[in-house]
Every structure is written in C-alpha cells, then in structure tokens.
C-alpha cells in the first residue's frame, strides 16, 4: 500500500514531495559514485583517476558561486546555510554532473575539457531557463548539456568507449553489470521519479526507429541495435534520458518526448551524425524549452485580453 501511495503522489502530486527528489537524487549519488570507483578499480574505465574528482570540484565550485551570486542578488539566505547536511544536500546535485561528464567523455590525459563540462553543465541551469507558472525551470539535462557541447566545440575529444564499462570482467558479468544497472535504474524511475513512461516510450521508439531504418537500408535487423548491447546505453536510457528536473511530468508527454529522442537520433543516424544521442536529448530539450516560452507567451496574451476585455 505504502509503494502504490507513493507512485500515487508522485504521478499526481509531485511538487508536494520535495523529500522524494532528495531521495532520489541520494539513491543515484551513491549508485555512480560506487560505479566510478569500480569503475577505476576493477571495471576498466579508461580515464585517469583526476577526472572525476576535478570533474565533482568544476561542478559544485559553479554551484556554490552561482548560487551565492543570487542569493545576494535577490537578498536572500543562500540553500547551503545552516547545518553541514544543508550544504551536503545543496551540493548533491552537482555531484551527479560532475562524474557523469568524466565517467562518459575521453579527453585523453588532459583535465580542463573535463572541467569545462562540468562547470558548463551547472552554469546550464541558470543561463537556460523558460517560465513555468509562477516561477521558471531549467529545460536542459545539465549532464547532457556539458557533455554535447564539449563535444561539438572540441572535436579532438571523444566519447569514452562503452565497452569500458565491462573490459575486464568475463564470463556472466557481462550480463551482471548491465542488468544490476537495469534493475536500479528501473527501482527508481518506480519509486521515486515516476519516469517509466518516458524510458519505456524512448527504447520503444528506439526500437522502431531500428528496425525501420533495417528493411529501409536492407542491413540485419541487429546492427542498429547494437548501442543496446552496452552498460553505456542503460546508463542513457535509466539516468539521463528520464531527468525529473527537465522532463514531462504528464506520462503522456513523457512517452512523446521518450518518442521524439528516438525519432531525433534516427534523423541523425541517416544523416551519419556522431553522438547521436547525446544531440538527439539536447536537440528535444531545446525544443521543449522553446515550446515552454511559446505556452508561457500566449497564456500572458490571453491573460491580457481577458483584462482588456473585462476592462472595457
């Protein structure tokens, strides 16, 4: 009773579940932070140990400035005063970006790129903001946005290769560490965010997109799906894909914007753009920003004539 009370408010009543976010955020914090460590320890990644934590220092630094920046400038008490859990929990959500843009790029031995799309990714959150009833929202996934940016704006930088992920495991940990991500990824999109409809939506249209692209282009049927085969993909699908932050909360937007990634990353695909997934999200964010100004703009229009009207 108490699961399905949950998955209840959280569909219906999110914004009064401030603790479910901050749950949910922990819940993958730890989740990446033991990843990367095994990831450097036992996995294969192939990155040097300093990434991930210049990577976590470039994101919350941003963090901290950003927001003390405006608490000053609006008058206020900044998030992270009080209690050192204040500042811990303040500084959660840019841990996340931090790892994530050293876990998934490859910037050979150098650590400023790694540092750029960090900062860039925090930054992300305040210089891209579109109205939302009384207040604004940030519309891109800072993760996302760092890592796509870097990418387009440095060309010598790469995507870290997927098959890091399980490089020097054999045998049944293949399966293991993919479907251990799989079963998180899926507890917490259950529990607490109320994403499934958007993940399920996504591999949906991936796997259309897929198979329409293998009797158009007369390939096998498994070579456009070969990215699914990767731990790479899941952590795509499950953590970056379905940000609560930056997404739909209405499942039936969630499944069109799950849909419209993978119709974004098939247009890419046939076009033979790189980095098709990371331009797909970035390019459906943009556009859901832009609809997001667009709804804001004539609800103000309406809201005006009916004064006028009423007025007269």
């Known amino acids: 009773m108490k699961i399905r009370e949950t998955i209840t408010s959280l569909y219906f009543y999110p914004k009064h579940n401030p603790k479910l976010r901050l749950y949910a955020l922990w819940y993958f ?7 990367t460590i095994l990831g450097h320890t036992i996995l294969g990644f192939e990155q040097a140990w300093l990434h991930p934590v210049v990577g976590v220092a470039g994101a919350c630094f941003t963090q901290f400035v950003l927001e003390w920046v405006d608490a000053k400038s609006k008058g206020r ?12 929990n303040f500084l959660v959500p840019a841990w996340i970006p931090g790892l994530a843009v050293a876990m998934l790029t490859y910037p050979n031995q150098m650590l400023w790129p790694v540092v750029f799309a960090s900062v860039l990714s925090i930054a992300s ?14 519309f891109f996934n800072p993760s ?48 607490f965010t109320g994403r499934l409809p958007l993940c399920l939506a996504w591999i949906g249209g991936f796997l259309t997109q897929a198979f329409i692209l293998s ?28 940000d609560p932050a930056t997404t739909p909360l209405n499942p039936l937007r ?6 419209s990634v993978a119709t974004v990353y098939a247009l890419l ?4 753009v790189v980095f098709g997934l990371f331009i797909a999200l970035f390019l459906v964010c943009a556009f859901r920003g832009a609809g997001l100004y667009l709804l804001a703009y004539l609800q103000r229009t309406q809201a005006a004539k009916l004064v006028t009207v009423d007025g007269g």
Request: zero cysteines; aromatic letters at 16%.
């Open 29 to 35: 914090v730890i989740l990446i932070t033991i990843w």
């Open 77 to 88: 008490e900044p998030r992270y005063a009080g209690d050192f859990m204040d500042l811990v």
């Open 125 to 138: 959150k305040v210089l891209f903001r579109a109205p939302v009833g009384e207040g604004s929202q940030h």
């Open 144 to 191: 996302n946005f760092g890592i796509t940016v870097t990418l387009l704006a440095f060309t010598w930088i790469g995507l870290a290769p997927p098959y890091q992920f399980t490089e020097n495991v054999t045998g049944m940990w293949h399966w293991i560490i993919p479907g251990f991500v799989l079963v998180t990824g899926i507890v917490l999109h259950a529990l």
């Open 215 to 242: 009797w158009y282009f007369d390939i096998p049927w498994m070579v456009p799906l070969i990215p699914m085969t990767s731990a790479a993909f899941i952590l795509f699908t499950l953590y970056m894909i379905p």
């Open 254 to 259: 969630q499944v069109i914007f799950g849909l």
């Open 269 to 272: 695909q046939v076009n033979h």
